[in-house]
């Protein structure tokens, strides 16, 4: 039985997508649950799209597919996070009890007790996507963290990373357990999480890609190169792996041949001349931006969390604007032949990028294929498109 259900009689199968947390900015990751409730829409399934969300006091309509509903806000000195978790899950109860539905789809938040107690409830009505192995990612971000000796620091470790770890640990199986199946969005995770539950499958990320402009190719002036990165995380992630391009292109001295622009939630500025923060940039700041650009890069240090593969978002924007990558990892669709000669792939560790090589790899490309914006538009709208997606469900 497939994960989406279709019907055979006039009565729609009803689905609620479920999204803890959110802002009221259109991020990557909201374009890709916005597209993918769309598809869904179209292929017979009655699915609204709910973000539990502190950022309002009332249900808001961020799109036409996503409504804000809101949740409130921890007022707790201490462990405010614990308290914000509880709330979570109290909105989330409430939003079950308002909604009846055939299935609730549920972007895996984190493992708590509550949510044991509420999936239980509603047997076999869960499907849940796992985007991450959640308890490697923990480990991941305390290793990036520098922590001193006192109660305060003690206690944000209890906070964010003793306490998420010990639930991880004690209360996924049985949350899976209760659900009707998961979705790992790579190979990897779908096999960590099956040890759990047989009925689980992977499938990549898709993309709307009818919602993106193809970009209009930029010659390579003076063989120096300007490199994308979309980052939709409010602080940096470690996996993102920027500290490793930046060392890369100090390392082969390229500081004036290599300039990267970083778009995102963050305003931050560099200590390096050839780093720019250009902020949030809204739909059309993005698609002049895509117009200035020659390669983008995804995540380049996946591995940090334990992650040998990856779907990520950034990457599908990349191909679906026709915008060549920077690939540190195997990815379920991108890692494919097809996309060979648009993608060029470095290891999946703390090398130093022999960027040198990129940067002819890409001359050659730009050369060689004038329409190559054009291409791999085309070829993401055949094998990344929401639509194709669902084919394999």
Same mark, same amino acid.
């Given at each position: +039985? ?63 597919? /996503? ?20 709330? *979570? ?15 609730? &789809?549920?972007? *895996? ?9 509420? /999936?239980?409830?509603?047997?076999? !009505? #869960? ?26 620091? =003690? +206690? ?24 009707? !199946? ?9 096999? &960590? &999480?099956?040890? &759990?539950?047989?009925?689980? =499958? ?25 490199? @994308? ?51 949030? @940039? ?7 931006? #895509? ?11 996946? #591995? ?42 470095? !290891?999946?560790?703390?090398? =130093? =990028? ?19 914006? #054009? ?19």
């Amino acid at each position: +039985m497939a994960v989406f259900e279709y019907t055979t009689n006039t009565n729609l199968v009803k689905w609620i997508y479920i999204n803890i947390g959110g802002t009221t900015k259109l991020t990557s990751i909201y374009k890709k649950i916005d597209g993918q409730i769309a598809s869904i829409k179209k292929n017979g399934i009655a699915i609204e799209s709910i973000f539990l969300s502190t950022a309002v006091a009332e249900k808001t309509k961020l799109t036409e597919n /996503i409504t804000l509903y809101p949740v409130q806000k921890a007022e707790r000195k201490y462990f405010p996070q614990w308290q914000l978790q509880y709330y *979570y899950i109290k909105t989330l109860d409430k939003l079950l009890k308002e909604h009846d539905a055939d299935y609730y &789809y549920l972007r *895996y938040p984190f493992a708590h007790p509550a949510l044991l107690r509420l /999936i239980k409830k509603y047997p076999s !009505k #869960f499907i849940i996507e796992y985007n991450a192995i959640q308890i490697l990612e923990i480990k991941c971000e305390e290793k990036t963290k520098t922590r001193a000796s006192n109660i305060s620091s =003690i +206690m944000a470790k209890l906070q964010d990373y003793a306490r998420p770890l010990f639930y991880e640990w004690l209360y996924a199986k049985p949350i899976i357990k209760y659900a009707h !199946k998961t979705l790992g969005v790579t190979k990897q995770i779908s096999e &960590y &999480y099956k040890k &759990y539950k047989s009925k689980t =499958i992977a499938i990549g990320n898709g993309i709307a890609t009818a919602n993106y402009l193809t970009r209009i190719a930029p010659p390579i002036i003076n063989s120096k190169i300007k490199l @994308l990165i979309l980052d939709g995380t409010s602080t940096q992630a470690p996996w993102q792996g920027t500290d490793r391009l930046i060392n890369s292109i100090i390392t082969h001295k390229m500081e004036n041949v290599v300039e990267i622009l970083i778009a995102g939630n963050n305003t931050l500025s560099s200590p390096h001349s050839f780093v720019t923060h250009l902020g949030y @940039l809204n739909h059309d700041e993005l698609n002049n931006i #895509f117009n200035q650009v020659h390669i983008g890069t995804g995540n380049l240090c996946i #591995f940090r969390k334990g992650l040998l593969e990856g779907a990520v978002l950034k990457n599908r924007e990349y191909a679906a604007r026709g915008l060549p990558i920077l690939l540190a990892h195997d990815d379920i669709d991108i890692s494919k032949p097809a996309w060979h000669d648009y993608v060029y792939k470095i !290891k999946n560790n703390e090398d =130093i =990028i022999n960027l040198p090589k990129v940067h002819q790899w890409l001359i050659n490309l730009y050369k060689q294929k004038p329409q190559h914006a #054009f291409e791999m538009a085309t070829l993401a709208k055949k094998t990344l498109d929401f639509e194709k997606k669902l084919m394999l469900l």
